[in-house]
């Protein structure tokens, strides 16, 4: 095979053009080129994720590298940060191999591990990150997600110790004394509902005192899936004080609720929690400004007897991989270039991925991907490729449809299916 | 007629006058001395009881059994349940035993939701965490109406700890419904955020037990545990009950025919002194009685039709 | 159910001063049969029959002076038919001071049909006491009985097709007093 055509493509919303896939790159030799057609579709750069969770090692019954990935490639992404908390914990230079391994062999896009910052995700002692950092994985990202670095003695360490190998810490912003059995959050819905609630000053407060401490210290800090309009104005004002700092929201926080919990169906339970309307108008305005740098799904698969089940005891987490961009073209209108900033080129930059969230001129490696953005689709939870079916969207049309996902240069999804 | 009775807003005003007129009757009937009636011969009514609840459950066996219906108590202690069986695959076998009502008790709000989905049958909620409690409250509204002769325009304060309170939760519903004024009276800890948007507009909020108690038809009293001060909702049982605590000497502030309303059981001494909670205002025993009632009339309008 | 024209084959059965006629032979029927009415109790069975109840009592002082008492015996919860109809609100029991034991009880309703209204109302009446005995009274019998029940003392025998309906109308609960027949015999059933 000699590369791809796609012919009168979109780059990133411009006007109609012909784009060269050949040997890994972009390139501008369309001699014996595959020709795809591909007016009416936008090509951006290979969506790039900061926050998933694969599952591999320990629930592969929910999810594995693999079916992550494919499902990862049919969302449009050509690179995942994978999260550490899966069993063992990814809080060694072995686990951590392990996992960039096994994305390595399943070959659908590039799983980039997330280690762990404390030693199985305990809080007490600091992991050996720095062993992590020079493994084969090559990690930068350490993140206890899931839980909050939370004392704040061994946080400004962390913020401090990873600069080493210009590190970066990505915070679970949940004040543990204040979210204590929380279910939702803490509002009228609450109230009204029985939940015990997660107030929203429990994430904020953890991120004011985390912007101070990087600040304090001079590193970079990640907040991830900032979920309310107070945490929105913490990091507005760090931003605009120069601090290093970083922050990702979810596509459910800029769309979904705390209206849906009144089901009691447990695919409406995520951690940090649906928030209220004006929550997601003020993330929607963060994200668009830049004062929330990125979107990233926290693609969390669960096994059907952890939803299937009381509110109370489900687990936290919903899928997003296939849905994310459909998501925030519904949100943000099909505003393609804002969408390659928030969705690839960020990501990529904040994580170090080199190759990715790149332009896509010749000469470029061709991680892209292609949009049709005139397709609706109805979610059918059935259909997606991730091993779990917790999907809030199920049933809801949505609009846009990945038709096809290269990872440097090699299809890893072709007419809308993914190639293996 | 509804299907199922999960919360007290599954009720308007016209059904849950039906439920209390019907109750009335059904009261009526626990005077004579067959009682045992032949509505729901060859009904099947589950209890479904993850908590203990002696007195609910007992309440609920009574009513379907004046009723004829067959009863079959499902408690997770000693069942499967406490092996590990989930909620699903329990409603799953219930639904294969032709149940044709579940009575479900919770300490996961919105159990009874989640079951609903799964089961054919009528679902009727026992208590379901910090949720709801909505037969309660009917007998609650079934005793006011009896002792005071009606409920539109009553004033009624629920006085403890709204927060953990299902019996409160359904309270404020049920009562708004049919027309009373519901204040709500506590320490600033404990009563929920957003309570009267919640739930509804009207209901008040006051942190003064005694300036409330002058301008009120009804004062119902909450349980409230002792281990709450663990978790600093008050700094101790002594400071709670000089505060929030009903004797002799603020029962004296209520007016003349105002009743006192205790859910139970009691903490006597904490929440309620015993010589308010024997006097001749308090109804506490009659709630009881009043209790099988107001089930008995849930579960004729919910079973005794075409499915 | 009723087309347009169903309204055309309504007719009137009794007139009010008919029915007031059937109500007085009816209470001089019952004075003569149970030798002026002592140790007799009138229960009308909801909701028509309540009414009725109280307007034969009514006339039975008028002739004779004599105070039979009267109450009502709801049956809802004795029917056999429930679960082919939506829930049914429950009417009142009311049994007169002094009870039924050992009295004569004279059963009151509007339409004798099936039968099956007048057994649920003999299981009912079992379960709040135990009088000396029964006796049936309906302004109406329209036949197709399906159980062994007969009436004590009938205001009208109204042959009737199954298709066809008997609608009673009292002041006290429809605002004027006559008896309907309507729906074509014959008809579409």
Request: proline share 5%; charged share 25%; hydrophobic share 45%.
């Given at each position: 095979m000699s590369g791809f055509l796609l012919k009168g493509v979109s780059v990133v919303g411009g006007a109609p053009t012909d784009l060269v896939i050949r040997d890994g790159v972009i390139s501008a030799d369309k001699s014996g080129a595959e020709v795809i057609d591909a007016a009416g579709l936008v090509a951006l750069p290979g969506l790039v994720d900061l926050h998933t969770h694969l599952r591999e090692p320990g629930r592969e019954d929910a999810e594995t590298v693999e079916t992550g990935s494919r499902a990862a490639a049919l969302g449009g992404y050509t690179a995942v940060c994978a999260m550490a908390n899966t069993s063992p914990v990814a809080d060694t230079a072995g686990v951590v191999e392990q996992v960039w391994r096994l994305g390595r062999e399943a070959g659908l896009v590039d799983v980039q591990p997330i280690g762990a910052v404390t030693v199985g995700l305990a809080g007490k002692q600091l992991a050996e990150v720095g062993a992590m950092a020079t493994s084969a994985a090559n990690v930068r990202i350490f993140s206890d997600d899931g839980f909050c670095v939370a004392d704040p003695r061994l946080m400004r360490r962390a913020l401090e110790y990873v600069k080493a190998f210009d590190g970066i810490i990505a915070q679970h912003a949940e004040e543990p004394r204040l979210t204590e059995g929380a279910q939702m959050h803490e509002g009228e819905v609450s109230t009204r509902l029985g939940l015990t609630g997660w107030p929203a000053v429990a994430e904020e407060a953890i991120i004011a005192r985390d912007v101070l401490l990087a600040e304090h210290v001079g590193s970079r800090l990640h907040v991830c899936h900032v979920s309310t309009a107070g945490s929105v104005e913490v990091l507005r004002q760090a931003k605009a004080r120069g601090v290093r700092v970083t922050a990702e929201v979810t596509p459910h926080h800029l769309l979904l609720t705390d209206e849906l919990a009144a089901s009691y169906d447990p695919v409406f339970k995520v951690n940090p929690p649906l928030r209220t309307s004006s929550d997601v108008a003020a993330l929607r305005e963060a994200l668009v400004e830049?004062?929330?740098?990125?979107?990233?799904?926290?693609?969390?698969?669960?096994?059907?007897?952890?939803k299937e089940c009381e509110w109370a005891y489900a687990r936290p987490g919903m899928l997003g991989l296939e849905t994310a961009l459909s998501i925030v073209i519904s949100v943000l209108g099909e505003r393609w270039d804002l969408i390659a900033d928030r969705m690839s080129r960020t990501p990529a930059r904040i994580a170090g991925l080199a190759g990715h969230g790149?332009?896509?001129?010749?000469?470029?490696?061709?991680?892209?991907?292609?949009v049709d953005p005139s397709a609706r689709r109805v979610v059918d939870p059935a259909e997606l490729a991730s091993r779990s079916r917790n999907t809030p969207y199920s049933g809801t049309t949505l609009p846009g449809r990945i038709v096809a996902t290269f990872l440097r240069g090699e299809p890893t999804v072709l007419d809308g299916k993914a190639v293996k | 007629m509804i299907k199922h009775l999960r919360s007290a807003a599954d009720l308007d005003a016209a059904t849950a006058t039906l439920i209390l007129d019907t109750a009335a009757e059904m009261a009526a009937l626990a005077g004579r001395e067959v009682k045992k009636l032949p509505t729901l011969r060859g009904r099947t009514v589950v209890n479904l009881f993850y908590e203990d609840s002696t007195r609910t459950?007992?309440?609920?066996?009574a009513a379907a059994k004046r009723l004829s219906a067959d009863v079959i108590n499902f408690s997770a202690k000693g069942s499967s349940v406490s092996k590990g069986e989930s909620l699903k695959d329990t409603a799953l076998t219930l639904q294969a035993m032709g149940a044709d009502a579940v009575v479900i008790r919770h300490s996961a709000s919105g159990a009874p939701h989640r079951l609903a989905s799964w089961v054919d049958g009528s679902v009727i909620n026992a208590g379901d965490g910090t949720h709801e409690h909505p037969t309660q409250a009917l007998l609650d509204a079934y005793t006011m109406r009896s002792r005071l002769g009606r409920l539109d325009g009553l004033k009624v304060a629920i006085v403890g700890d709204v927060l953990h309170s299902r019996v409160a939760r359904s309270n404020v519903l049920l009562l708004s419904t049919l027309g009373a004024q519901v204040t709500l009276v506590g320490p600033p800890t404990l009563i929920p955020v957003d309570i009267a948007a919640a739930l509804e507009p009207k209901t008040k909020v006051s942190y003064d037990l005694d300036s409330v108690l002058p301008d009120m038809d009804v004062v119902m009293m909450l349980r409230v545990q002792t281990e709450r001060m663990q978790d600093s909702y008050f700094?101790?049982?002594?400071?709670?009950?000089?505060?929030?605590?009903?004797?002799?000497?603020?029962?004296?502030?209520?007016?003349?025919?105002?009743?006192?309303?205790?859910?139970?059981?009691?903490?006597?001494?904490?929440?309620?002194?015993?010589?308010?909670?024997?006097?001749?205002?308090?109804?506490?025993?009659?709630?009881?009685?009043?209790?099988?009632?107001?089930r008995m009339a849930v579960l004729y309008l919910l079973l005794g039709g075409k499915a | 159910m009723a087309s347009p024209r169903a309204d055309t084959t309504s007719k009137i059965i009794l007139s009010g001063s008919d029915l007031h006629r059937v109500v007085d032979r009816i209470a001089h029927?019952?004075?003569?049969?149970?030798?002026?009415?002592t140790g007799t109790v009138l229960l009308g069975i909801p909701t028509r029959g309540v009414p009725l109840a109280q307007r034969l009592a009514a006339r039975i002082h008028a002739f004779e002076d004599i105070d039979v008492p009267v109450g009502s015996l709801d049956i809802t919860l004795y029917r056999d038919d429930l679960r082919l109809h939506a829930t049914r609100a429950l009417g009142k029991t009311e049994l007169p001071g002094g009870g039924i034991d050992g009295r004569r009880v004279i059963l009151v309703d509007d339409v004798l049909f099936s039968g099956r209204t007048v057994r649920a109302a003999l299981d009912a009446l079992n379960d709040v006491g135990r009088p000396s005995s029964v006796q049936l009274a309906v302004l109406v019998d329209r036949g197709h009985r399906q159980l062994p029940i007969r009436a004590d003392y009938v205001g009208k025998n109204i042959p009737t097709a199954l298709s066809e309906s008997v609608r009673v109308s009292l002041t006290e609960t429809d605002g004027l007093d006559e008896v309907n027949l309507t729906g074509a015999p014959g008809g579409e059933a």
């Amino acid at each position: 095979m000699s590369g791809f055509l796609l012919k009168g493509v979109s780059v990133v919303g411009g006007a109609p053009t012909d784009l060269v896939i050949r040997d890994g790159v972009i390139s501008a030799d369309k001699s014996g080129a595959e020709v795809i057609d591909a007016a009416g579709l936008v090509a951006l750069p290979g969506l790039v994720d900061l926050h998933t969770h694969l599952r591999e090692p320990g629930r592969e019954d929910a999810e594995t590298v693999e079916t992550g990935s494919r499902a990862a490639a049919l969302g449009g992404y050509t690179a995942v940060c994978a999260m550490a908390n899966t069993s063992p914990v990814a809080d060694t230079a072995g686990v951590v191999e392990q996992v960039w391994r096994l994305g390595r062999e399943a070959g659908l896009v590039d799983v980039q591990p997330i280690g762990a910052v404390t030693v199985g995700l305990a809080g007490k002692q600091l992991a050996e990150v720095g062993a992590m950092a020079t493994s084969a994985a090559n990690v930068r990202i350490f993140s206890d997600d899931g839980f909050c670095v939370a004392d704040p003695r061994l946080m400004r360490r962390a913020l401090e110790y990873v600069k080493a190998f210009d590190g970066i810490i990505a915070q679970h912003a949940e004040e543990p004394r204040l979210t204590e059995g929380a279910q939702m959050h803490e509002g009228e819905v609450s109230t009204r509902l029985g939940l015990t609630g997660w107030p929203a000053v429990a994430e904020e407060a953890i991120i004011a005192r985390d912007v101070l401490l990087a600040e304090h210290v001079g590193s970079r800090l990640h907040v991830c899936h900032v979920s309310t309009a107070g945490s929105v104005e913490v990091l507005r004002q760090a931003k605009a004080r120069g601090v290093r700092v970083t922050a990702e929201v979810t596509p459910h926080h800029l769309l979904l609720t705390d209206e849906l919990a009144a089901s009691y169906d447990p695919v409406f339970k995520v951690n940090p929690p649906l928030r209220t309307s004006s929550d997601v108008a003020a993330l929607r305005e963060a994200l668009v400004e830049g004062v929330i740098d990125v979107v990233a799904t926290d693609h969390a698969p669960h096994a059907v007897e952890d939803k299937e089940c009381e509110w109370a005891y489900a687990r936290p987490g919903m899928l997003g991989l296939e849905t994310a961009l459909s998501i925030v073209i519904s949100v943000l209108g099909e505003r393609w270039d804002l969408i390659a900033d928030r969705m690839s080129r960020t990501p990529a930059r904040i994580a170090g991925l080199a190759g990715h969230g790149t332009d896509l001129a010749v000469g470029s490696p061709a991680n892209l991907t292609l949009v049709d953005p005139s397709a609706r689709r109805v979610v059918d939870p059935a259909e997606l490729a991730s091993r779990s079916r917790n999907t809030p969207y199920s049933g809801t049309t949505l609009p846009g449809r990945i038709v096809a996902t290269f990872l440097r240069g090699e299809p890893t999804v072709l007419d809308g299916k993914a190639v293996k | 007629m509804i299907k199922h009775l999960r919360s007290a807003a599954d009720l308007d005003a016209a059904t849950a006058t039906l439920i209390l007129d019907t109750a009335a009757e059904m009261a009526a009937l626990a005077g004579r001395e067959v009682k045992k009636l032949p509505t729901l011969r060859g009904r099947t009514v589950v209890n479904l009881f993850y908590e203990d609840s002696t007195r609910t459950r007992i309440s609920f066996e009574a009513a379907a059994k004046r009723l004829s219906a067959d009863v079959i108590n499902f408690s997770a202690k000693g069942s499967s349940v406490s092996k590990g069986e989930s909620l699903k695959d329990t409603a799953l076998t219930l639904q294969a035993m032709g149940a044709d009502a579940v009575v479900i008790r919770h300490s996961a709000s919105g159990a009874p939701h989640r079951l609903a989905s799964w089961v054919d049958g009528s679902v009727i909620n026992a208590g379901d965490g910090t949720h709801e409690h909505p037969t309660q409250a009917l007998l609650d509204a079934y005793t006011m109406r009896s002792r005071l002769g009606r409920l539109d325009g009553l004033k009624v304060a629920i006085v403890g700890d709204v927060l953990h309170s299902r019996v409160a939760r359904s309270n404020v519903l049920l009562l708004s419904t049919l027309g009373a004024q519901v204040t709500l009276v506590g320490p600033p800890t404990l009563i929920p955020v957003d309570i009267a948007a919640a739930l509804e507009p009207k209901t008040k909020v006051s942190y003064d037990l005694d300036s409330v108690l002058p301008d009120m038809d009804v004062v119902m009293m909450l349980r409230v545990q002792t281990e709450r001060m663990q978790d600093s909702y008050f700094p101790s049982a002594r400071e709670y009950s000089r505060r929030y605590g009903l004797d002799l000497a603020r029962m004296r502030k209520l007016p003349e025919h105002a009743i006192v309303m205790h859910p139970g059981p009691m903490n006597r001494g904490m929440e309620i002194t015993p010589e308010v909670a024997d006097s001749s205002r308090s109804t506490i025993v009659e709630q009881v009685a009043n209790g099988v009632s107001a089930r008995m009339a849930v579960l004729y309008l919910l079973l005794g039709g075409k499915a | 159910m009723a087309s347009p024209r169903a309204d055309t084959t309504s007719k009137i059965i009794l007139s009010g001063s008919d029915l007031h006629r059937v109500v007085d032979r009816i209470a001089h029927q019952i004075l003569e049969k149970t030798s002026g009415a002592t140790g007799t109790v009138l229960l009308g069975i909801p909701t028509r029959g309540v009414p009725l109840a109280q307007r034969l009592a009514a006339r039975i002082h008028a002739f004779e002076d004599i105070d039979v008492p009267v109450g009502s015996l709801d049956i809802t919860l004795y029917r056999d038919d429930l679960r082919l109809h939506a829930t049914r609100a429950l009417g009142k029991t009311e049994l007169p001071g002094g009870g039924i034991d050992g009295r004569r009880v004279i059963l009151v309703d509007d339409v004798l049909f099936s039968g099956r209204t007048v057994r649920a109302a003999l299981d009912a009446l079992n379960d709040v006491g135990r009088p000396s005995s029964v006796q049936l009274a309906v302004l109406v019998d329209r036949g197709h009985r399906q159980l062994p029940i007969r009436a004590d003392y009938v205001g009208k025998n109204i042959p009737t097709a199954l298709s066809e309906s008997v609608r009673v109308s009292l002041t006290e609960t429809d605002g004027l007093d006559e008896v309907n027949l309507t729906g074509a015999p014959g008809g579409e059933a």
